[in-house]
């Protein structure tokens, strides 16, 4: 899969935020992680319309492109972290003590947000729970 690809592979995701991805990439990574197109637009910060006149091979713009590569690789991250796809998507959607009772996918929109998410993550995946 193109998306293992790109996460595993920090120097193409460095170019890919600087340049930015195309529409079909934008595209598979919203539908691996299950967010409606909405959130998702709203997250990466751009409109929803936007996305939709793109061409498939055009180019999204690099600080959309680059949010959009940070929520799929903490989406990457949490399916191996969970061992299970559903598991995850659970998570992030119940809300959580940890982050102050606020469900996971609900601080997606920022970068600090994303880092707060990715840390808890690696709390669960080194087996440092709250």
Known sequence: MILKQIFQDEDRLIKASRSGI????YN???????ISME?????????PRTIQRKKP?????PEAS???ILIGKL?????????NKEKFKTWMTRPNSTLNGKMPKDLLDTITGLGIVQDELLRIEH???A
């Open 22 to 25: 195309t529409k079909k990439v």
């Open 28 to 34: 598979n990574i919203m539908k691996s992680t299950g």
């Open 39 to 47: 959130n998702f637009t709203r997250a990466t910060r751009i409109t």
């Open 57 to 61: 091979d055009e180019l999204v713009a």
């Open 66 to 68: 680059e949010r959009a």
């Open 75 to 83: 989406y990457f991250m949490g399916e191996k972290v969970f061992a």
């Open 127 to 129: 087996g440092i729970l």
